[in-house]
């Protein structure tokens, strides 16, 4: 009997080893769903996220990140820091041509940076800190920043900082350069054919820098309005790659249990997006920390995830992201507890003011999750009215503060000086948009500490300053925060290697492969 | 003739002129801009970066001078520039027209066929089981919601029985030219057409039902059956003849409709017309398109309510075109 075991158990490690072993087949196509349709393909020009994910084939950037978001090559092959952390050094790949066929070097770098910094309001913020980027030589580009920037080799993935063609855009006006509609980048595909309203199809670059890759031989971006229509064209097998956030979160289950389906949460890491309620500090009942605290105890956040995300997801426990660097566990605080809502909802001296609640216009799962929220809001005595908008009407009453509590998301890129402190330093502060601090909230220690945060180097001297906020940030309670969100990548079994990095899909199809 | 025509022409540019200038002020009634819907979706936006989208989208003008603007370019036969989308609004509306021409018009020709069929053949058997059946079955394709009928037409035709795709206008890098692009056109055609017609049918149905036991019990029908024509040719020259007319005034109205698309059928078959066009076009608050969809599509409104006068007087001589 034991021995039959343990054959078996040796045979079972085999059969993986061969499955491990396989070689990637060259040719084929792949067939993915994109949605809603990108308005451009320009990276540089136009950062949603449709865009993103179509044109991260298209375009390049420095680096690139694993799961754990340390750096990977990308167009640069090494990477050095100075000492005092002000000085980066960046060796170029040397084979890197654009799709018309003129080499990729540094120049095509500093001006990318210089376009950047015009056209890419997040690339503005991350290059804030640069003094200068010079080219001493084709294939080294040096940045100088005028004080240390703890997250800085954090910002060169393709969608943050992608690679332009100086060649095309030097000394034109980029935002109408015709060359927008037909883009130029060094990646693995080339942008083919746009039939508005049906496919964006892309091609294999037979030149690519990366030897033997990239695999398919094109791609077939499909779009598809409705969720529905989405999923059956995947069941019927019209195309093989539910990219995350394609399909409706109740289908995600049946379609990752059909034959022949592989389903992975993995690909999300670098962007971490993370649900919560901006509680609008500045007025009414939610100016009173107590009524904070009892809106973030009288959340029943699993119930959220097992029920409204069918299982899909994890609680948060705080401003960090558990994918985030220096995230701190022992900084939560709220778990569902009614009484205790209750009680503190006594404390704040809450009169029975009925709160505006203002849910994400982004399909079923939202609307129904603003309605959990509201029962659970009502079942400890805050009366709720809930608010319907489409996108552009949310995008404006949360902008302009015209709200009392508000459903959002936002992707925190890794590290907190990038895509966590916006949300919560009072600098960022200011009426008319939609992803700065919309809560209103202020606490000079919290400045003090996301400003000392981004500038210390090394994991050493920023572990403590983080761990310190996010101990303030739970204690003041200025948003609710709700869940990590997770949205699957569904493919065919038969395509592989398509998600290897923290950035997923968006990362490319660069090693993607289908076993025909 | 013709200076009914031209007189009708001549109101029907300064009508297009009132929509034009009404759906102006009405878009921008909606919260939101689309400088603020692109800042939303890119994640991202300091004022700096939703200025420069405002000035791109030349929002930061007064609205007069932007209607003026508008107006201006209009006379030109200009229908502007969509920036959201980066490139010209006619070309645009250009690329989508002629797929929701040809599923609105496959649609439209099913319904009024079909319609007018069933009609005459319930309004022959009125009272009997077929009668009861016919007018059943179209009133409840009917009411019953356009995408449930359509997910179903899907979940039979397309995942269990595997006949029909599922979605989109063609198939996607099959190569086809020819004759051979045509029926897969065709074959693509078939489930939102049959959806969208069906859904429209149960009114013709009803109408043509109608219209026709009324006209059965006039006096003319009398004397053609005392003269003994056959019940075939009564039906036929007698009743249904002078029974269409409501008919087609509502096939006029329909035809009307047409250019403006069908935005469920569109959006669940994945048809790239000019219903999901606008529609997004109003979800992105996409101001030129969407003006430019509106006057496509009610110039078309125009110029089918001029048709179906015409066609009037050819069905019946005593209208009098005034």
């Known amino acids: 009997m034991l021995k039959t075991l343990m054959a078996g158990t040796v045979l079972s490690l085999a059969l993986a080893g061969t499955a491990f072993a396989q070689t990637p087949k060259p040719g084929g196509t792949a067939n993915a769903v994109i949605q809603p349709e990108p308005p451009g393909l320009m990276l540089a020009m136009v950062q949603n996220g449709p865009t993103q994910m179509v044109a991260g084939n298209i375009y390049e950037g420095l680096l690139r990140y694993d799961s754990a978001l340390k750096p990977l090559p990308g167009l640069a092959e090494s ?25 990729f070097t540094a120049d095509d770098v500093v001006f990318s940076v210089e376009l950047l910094r015009q056209t890419h309001a997040r690339a503005r913020g991350n290059l804030a800190r640069v003094a200068s980027v010079t080219a001493p030589d084709p294939y080294t580009v040096v940045f100088t920043l005028s004080e240390p920037f703890g997250p800085f080799l954090g910002i060169f993935e393709v969608g943050s900082l992608p690679m332009v063609p100086k060649h095309i855009y030097a000394g034109t006006d980029y935002k109408t350069n015709p060359a927008n509609n037909t883009p130029i980048g060094t990646g693995p595909y080339m942008f083919k054919e746009w039939k508005k ?18 695999y ?14 989405r999923s059956v064209a995947f069941e019927t097998g019209k195309v093989d790659i539910l990219p995350g956030g394609s399909v409706e979160n109740f289908d995600v289950q049946r379609l990752s249990a059909l034959k022949g389906a592989c389903s992975t949460t993995k690909g999300w890491e670098f962007f971490s997006p993370m649900s919560w309620l901006w509680l609008n500090n500045r007025k009414g009942p939610m100016a009173n920390k107590a009524f904070r605290q009892a809106v973030s105890y009288a959340l029943d956040r699993d119930f959220a995830r097992d029920v409204v995300w069918n299982g899909l997801g994890k609680p948060a426990t705080g401003p960090f992201a558990s994918t985030v660097r220096y995230h701190d566990p022992k900084a939560a605080k709220y ?8 009680a503190l909802l006594k404390e704040s001296g809450y009169k029975g003011e009925t709160v505006r609640l203002l849910p994400l216009p982004y399909g079923e799962t939202w609307q129904r999750w603003a309605e959990a929220v509201k029962q659970n809001l009502e079942d400890v005595g805050i009366k709720v009215e809930l608010v319907a908008t489409d996108v552009a009407g949310w995008n404006q009453k949360t902008s302009e503060w015209d709200y009392d509590i508000a459903f959002t998301y936002l992707y925190q890129y890794g590290d907190p000086a990038l895509g966590v402190g916006r949300n919560y330093v009072s600098s960022q502060i200011a009426k008319g948009s939609p992803f700065n601090n919309v809560e209103g909230y202020s606490n000079p220690s919290v400045d003090e500490a996301f400003a000392k945060g981004a500038v210390a180097v090394g994991d050493d001297q920023r572990r403590p300053i983080y761990e310190a906020v996010q101990k303030t940030l739970v204690e003041d ?40 | 003739m013709l200076g009914f025509i031209a007189r009708r022409i001549a109101k029907g540019i300064v009508v297009l002129l009132a929509i034009v200038v009404l759906n102006f002020f009405l878009i921008r009634l909606a919260p939101g801009d689309p400088a603020l819907v692109m800042a939303g979706e890119a994640g991202a936006g300091d004022e700096a970066f939703i200025a420069q989208l405002r000035e791109k989208f030349a929002l930061d003008q007064p609205l007069p001078s932007q209607l003026g603007a508008y107006l201006r370019s209009m006379a030109g036969l200009d229908l502007g520039y969509s920036v959201r989308q980066q490139m010209p609004v006619a070309t645009l509306i250009g690329e989508r027209l002629p797929a929701t021409l040809l599923l609105t018009g496959s649609a439209f020709a099913i319904s009024l066929s079909l319609g007018v069929l069933l009609g005459s053949l319930a309004a022959r058997r009125a009272g009997t089981l077929a009668d009861t059946a016919i007018t059943g079955v179209a009133l409840l394709f009917y009411a019953t919601p356009l995408f449930w009928v359509s997910l179903m037409a899907i979940l039979l035709f397309s995942v269990r029985l595997d006949w029909l795709p599922s979605f989109g206008f063609e198939t ?50 009398k004397t053609a059956r005392a003269k003994g024509l056959t019940e075939g040719v009564i039906q036929r020259r007698h009743i249904l003849r002078n029974a269409l007319l409501p008919v087609v005034t509502l096939a006029g109205l329909q035809a009307g409709t047409l250019v403006g698309g069908a935005v469920l059928t569109e959006t669940v078959f994945a048809w790239p017309g000019i219903g999901r066009l606008m529609y997004e076009a109003l979800l992105q608050r996409d101001y030129n398109l969407l003006l430019g969809v509106f006057v496509v599509s009610s110039a078309m409104v125009l110029v089918f309510n001029l048709v179906t006068d015409v066609v009037y007087r050819a069905v019946d001589p005593r209208i009098e075109v005034a």
Request: glycine residues 8%; contains cysteine.
């Open chain 1, 79 to 103: 990477w050095s820091m100075s000492d005092d952390g002000k000085t980066y050094t960046f060796k170029l790949v040397r084979n890197a041509t654009w799709h018309d066929g003129k080499p």
């Open chain 1, 216 to 229: 398919l031989d094109e791609i077939y971006w499909h779009v598809i309005p409705d969720a529905a229509a």
């Open chain 1, 197 to 214: 309203g049906s496919y964006i199809r892309l091609v294999k670059n037979p030149n690519y820098h990366v030897a033997g890759k990239p």
């Open chain 2, 172 to 221: 996607v890098g099959a190569g086809y030219t020819g004759l051979g692009r045509a029926l897969d056109i065709a074959h693509h055609l078939v489930l939102p057409a049959m959806t969208l017609g069906l859904f429209f049918m149960a009114v013709y149905v009803r109408m043509t039902r109608s219209s026709m036991l009324e006209v059965s019990r006039l006096d003319f029908v």
């Open chain 1, 477 to 516: 309670a200025p948003v609710a925060w709700l869940l990590e969100l997770q949205f699957p990548t569904i493919t065919r079994c038969k395509v592989h290697d398509l998600v290897t990095t923290g950035i997923g899909v968006n990362d490319g199809f660069r090693d993607a492969w289908i076993d025909r």
């Open chain 1, 335 to 342: 778990s569902y507890d009614p009484a205790k809502a209750k």
